[in-house]
């Protein structure tokens, strides 16, 4: 337990301590939320855009942690010998991951109080029926994208993880319904994204926190896919070094 | 007791000879040094007591436990520093010391740790901050904190100064003085002629000799020379070591025997007696790196490696680092 607790110390103490970390989990979701709830520059049909961008945020926050954050990080450890040295102390695989990933945790929970406060700020009138449904989606939405984010820092170079990160993290973003509405995508590209985890994740934080959406029934079925799948992946590719 | 044993030691990646046939031990409480050029094998060899490989062929054993199968319970007791990285970047020496010290179950203070490998003035530093030498003690900080029965160090001193080389060797010395045993791995023969009770040298991945630093010494260098006043009596001093000594130019002489303790001590003797000063005996530096360049030259198929005190029959012929067919 000692070792647990110091492990997820030295985690969070390292992801805030990490300016880029802090631009990808805090500032870009927040500036998104203010940027857009302020500016009509989407041609959207939304009248009120901050009761859509603020539950799709939150989506976006738990993305940005589970899978930038949580990615890079990893994939630098690997690359710098952390991972191995580590493999030679008597913390072991379970306490690293659960460290890892309390890390993510605690982390989505700093994200999420700010931005809520912040939408709040902004006019957002959430539906408070939907927190129940929409912190499992969180919980989803981190397995399934730490899964992803531990698949590739595990298997890839330092280097190649950072651009595959980053370059996921856009796509999933832009096509994922959290910046732009999904149903004003392209019908084929709507088709491919569903399939994704980012749609389905922001399709469940709308359906249960905007005023009068429901979540699609599909959402839940491939967010809990992913959720299941990449850390199976993960667990199953990584190599330390 | 042996503490480290090696038995017939393969390791190959694909068709890639790492390591072939190689066995040694090390005994405990004592400074064991690998020592051979690169691509010799030496990290692929410590990789396998580290548990971080599994032997091709062969078995390892470090405190009689398996370290591939068995790495759990090795954990506990042994310490490492890996050739290059192993701690986070952006981590300050007093963080990385606590954290670590977390792992195990009663280790050493981490601030009077800090004090012992004399980073207490960097406590807050960042790890990519510090100098080779701090970086290197830092990572020896980690490598002994949970008070380890073993140490594994992997070159070092790489990419160390002088003066940070010359600390970082007092701190293994005053370890293995407190009972560890310390296996490092050097390509540096000063770093040998510092610290090591027992020199195992690896060439192309096999043992080419194994000894104390004496016994390769005096198995390998048929003499040794110094300088003093011209016109000694060199046959009365002949006598006595039992070999010749001549003068092959005013003032310096060469002793036709092994520089051992014995025999160095004997003419030293001999001219403390007679009242002579003696200077610039040539029988350390010099004569380990004609030992180490005869023993890792390029060996002609059938020559049988010349070994020291714990030597063992040669394996003649051994094309080492090699493609397989």
Request: hydrophobic share 45%.
């Amino acid at each position: 337990m000692k070792a647990l607790l110091a492990q997820l110390r030295i985690e969070i103490t390292l992801t805030v301590r990490n300016g880029e970390q802090l631009l990808v989990n805090l500032f870009i979701p927040l500036g998104l939320l203010v940027f857009f709830s302020k500016v009509e520059v989407l041609n959207s049909d939304e009248a009120d855009p901050v009761q859509f961008l603020s539950p799709a945020v939150l989506g976006l926050a738990v993305m940005s942690s589970s899978l930038v954050s949580l990615g890079i990080s990893t994939g630098f450890e690997r690359y710098y010998g952390v991972l191995k040295r580590l493999g030679a102390t008597p913390l072991g695989r379970p306490r690293w991951v659960a460290a890892k990933f309390g890390s993510v945790l605690a982390i989505e929970l700093a994200q999420w109080t700010v931005l809520i406060v912040a939408a709040l700020l902004l006019g957002w009138t959430p539906d408070h029926g939907g927190w129940p449904m929409s912190a499992v989606a969180a919980l989803l939405g981190t397995a399934a994208f730490g899964g992803l984010a531990l698949l590739m820092a595990g298997t890839l170079g330092g280097m190649a993880n950072l651009a595959a990160t980053n370059g996921l993290f856009l796509a999933l973003m832009v096509t994922g319904g959290m910046v732009v509405p999904f149903e004003e995508m392209p019908g084929a590209l709507q088709a491919v994204a569903k399939l994704l985890p980012a749609a389905p994740l922001a399709d469940v934080m709308i359906g249960s926190l905007r005023v009068g959406e429901q979540v699609h029934t599909g959402s839940w079925v491939t967010l809990a896919t992913w959720a299941v799948a990449t850390p199976i992946l993960a667990a199953w590719r990584f190599t330390w070094e | 007791m042996s503490v480290v044993e090696v038995e017939h030691l393969a390791v190959r990646y694909g068709d890639l000879v790492a390591v072939d046939d190689a066995s040694f031990s090390a005994e405990q409480g004592r400074i064991t040094v690998l020592l051979g050029p690169n691509g010799a094998g030496k990290t692929s060899t410590i990789e396998c007591l580290e548990g971080y490989r599994r032997p091709t062929a062969g078995t390892v054993r470090v405190c009689g436990v398996n370290p591939w199968s068995d790495r759990g319970a090795l954990n506990r007791k042994v310490g490492i520093m890996l050739q290059d990285g192993g701690i986070y970047t952006a981590i300050r020496p007093l963080e990385a010391v606590r954290l670590f010290a977390s792992y195990y179950d009663s280790p050493r203070e981490p601030r009077a740790l800090l004090d012992f490998v004399g980073l207490s003035h960097r406590t807050e530093v960042p790890f990519r901050s510090l100098s080779g030498g701090e970086q290197q003690r830092l990572n020896l900080a980690l490598a002994i904190v949970g008070n380890p029965a073993v140490v594994f160090l992997d070159e070092p001193t790489a990419g160390v100064d002088v003066s940070g080389r010359q600390l970082i060797r007092e701190l293994i010395r005053s370890l293995s003085a407190d009972g560890v045993t310390v296996m490092l791995t050097t390509h540096d023969l000063t770093e040998v002629e510092a610290l090591a009770d027992r020199i195992v040298i690896l060439d192309n991945g096999g043992v080419v000799a194994d000894g104390t630093p004496d016994e390769l010494l005096s198995a390998n260098v048929s003499d040794f020379s110094f300088r003093a006043p011209t016109g000694l009596d060199v046959e009365a001093l002949g006598a006595l070591v039992g070999g010749s000594v001549t003068e092959p130019e005013p003032g310096r002489y060469v002793a036709g025997v092994a520089p051992t303790p014995a025999h160095v001590a004997s003419v030293t003797n001999w001219l403390a007696n007679h009242n002579v000063l003696i200077g610039d005996l040539q029988a350390g530096r010099q004569q380990l790196e004609s030992v180490f360049l005869k023993l890792t030259a390029e060996r002609e198929p059938g020559n049988t490696p010349t070994h020291g005190g714990h030597g063992r029959s040669g394996r003649g012929g051994r094309a080492g680092r090699r493609r397989r067919a």
